[in-house]
């Protein structure tokens, strides 16, 4: 769970099928096990932040440290508050735009219904003052999450992945200082 040390072993349950909203034809295909027999290797099935937060504990940014806590933000934000995630940043950058505001973040999606991070990023880039105000909104609650993550576990080792971190140093050290304010 969040805040606590990794295991050194893990065990999955052998013969756990697989279940997942995104790709439901493959629901009770037991993908472990066929992997596992085709490739003649211990295979291990785990949703995509699960499999960050160990790979990042053991070989990456929370190698070296007992406990971290691991946070992806990506079209959600694997434990924090949704209003950060990039679909939620995108849906607000959509609002705005429709309220009136002007920005480059439109001219790079095409449509308001494409806006997107990466629409917001390319802005960014070129330091549109709405995707200025996207990002700065989406720090903020996530600089607040962390904090409410170290109030509530003690731990100030947090490791971040997820699509939205491509956004780079503007949006982290956006966090970051927004972490300290609180």
């Known amino acids: 769970g969040l805040g606590t040390a990794f295991p050194s072993h893990v065990d999955f349950a052998a013969g756990v099928l697989l279940e997942t909203a995104d790709l439901y034809q493959l629901n009770d295909t037991p993908v472990r096990e066929m992997l596992q027999e085709r490739l003649s290797l211990p295979v291990f099935v785990d949703n995509d932040s699960n499999a960050a937060a160990l790979s990042e504990h053991r070989l990456g940014a929370g190698r070296g440290f007992r406990d971290m806590i691991y946070v992806s933000v990506a079209t959600g934000v694997g434990g924090g508050e ?68 170290y109030q509530i576990f003690d731990i100030n080792i947090f490791v971040y992945g997820g699509g939205v971190t491509k956004l780079g140093e503007r949006f982290v050290s956006r966090i970051i200082a927004a972490y300290r304010r609180h």
């Open 82 to 149: 949704s209003i950060a995630s990039g679909l939620n940043m995108a849906k607000y950058a959509m609002d705005r735009i429709k309220e009136g505001a002007e920005s480059r973040i439109l001219d790079h999606a095409g449509t308001i219904s494409r806006i997107d991070m990466v629409a917001v990023g390319k802005a960014l880039a070129e330091d549109d003052p709405l995707a200025i105000e996207v990002i700065e909104r989406g720090a903020e609650y996530l600089g607040r999450m962390f904090q409410s993550l």
